[in-house]
């Protein structure tokens, strides 16, 4: 009977022993739910506090009026798209921390004569614009009107007086467009040459300043074979002035002379 009063005594102490650490466990999980709780919103509520912070600057900069834009610096600025380039520039403005570059240099860069660019900010009101350009190598008269272009034949503007040292053109657009790619081959002779025309089926022909032949120098080496030509010339005694000279075929030199000044002095 002892016995068992006791086995019953130890059963009811066990459960109340289980029973009290499973009440002193759940206490301890409400408060640390409690505590987690009060640290997620103490964390929301300084990250709102963040954020609206962070607008108010945002805002403030954004609306400042020492950051907005008031000038351009220009460096290597274009020669004949002025107008162009400033109607670009004019476009973009206001805030220089939210001014699109990207933007900027994209439309720059559809200007003919503009190669590259660069683009930067210079706090608290500037833009510094570095531009690297095209420069023109031929001139072609249309209309009355003076076309620039580049090596490539590109147009890089229209000038009534236009720079020294280009390479004349005439003839058609398509016949500009034929000419173009000799551009490596013309460069050393730039400035002795009166005009560049397109003669089909020969090809390029030059005619020099202070020069009565005109040229037909092929493809290549045009200054070589021209050069060639002006050593033997005083040596010829052809009866007649010549007109033109084909340099197409590579060691020979053909003539046509101007019959009507035959024997002329």
């Known amino acids: 009977m002892k016995d068992a009063m006791n086995g019953s005594l130890k059963f009811e102490a066990e459960f109340f022993r289980k029973n009290n650490n499973l009440?002193?466990?759940?206490?301890?999980?409400?408060?640390?739910?409690?505590?987690?709780t009060v640290h997620l919103l103490l964390l929301l509520a300084l990250a709102l506090l963040a954020a609206v912070a962070i607008s108010r600057a945002a805002n403030f900069l954004?609306?400042?009026?020492?950051?907005?834009?008031?000038?351009?610096?220009?460096?290597?600025?274009?020669?004949?798209?002025?107008?162009?380039v400033a109607a670009i520039l004019k476009r973009h403005g206001g805030n220089i921390l939210a001014m699109d570059l990207k933007s900027l240099q994209a439309q720059l860069l559809q200007v003919p004569e503009v190669a590259g660019v660069s683009i930067r900010r210079v706090l608290p009101d500037a833009v510094e614009v570095d531009f690297t350009l095209r420069r023109p190598f031929y001139q072609h008269v249309v209309d009355g009107s003076c076309r620039l272009l580049d090596e490539a034949g590109l147009e890089l503007g229209r000038s009534p007086q236009p720079p020294p040292g280009l390479v004349p053109l005439r003839g058609s657009a398509a016949d500009v467009a034929a000419i173009a790619p000799f551009a490596p081959e013309l460069r050393p002779l730039r400035r002795e040459i009166e005009y560049a025309a397109w003669n089909e089926p020969r090809g390029i022909e030059l005619k020099l300043l202070g020069v009565a032949e005109v040229f037909y120098p092929g493809e290549d080496d045009f200054a070589r074979k021209i050069r060639r030509y002006f050593r033997i010339r005083d040596r010829l005694a052809l009866g007649a002035p010549v007109r033109s000279v084909d340099l197409r075929i590579p060691g020979r030199i053909y003539f046509e002379l101007d019959e009507q000044k035959r024997g002329n002095p």
């Open 62 to 84: 954004l609306t400042c009026e020492a950051l907005q834009v008031r000038s351009f610096r220009l460096r290597r600025s274009p020669v004949y798209a002025r107008m162009q």
């Open 23 to 36: 009440t002193v466990l759940r206490e301890k999980k409400i408060r640390s739910i409690q505590v987690r």
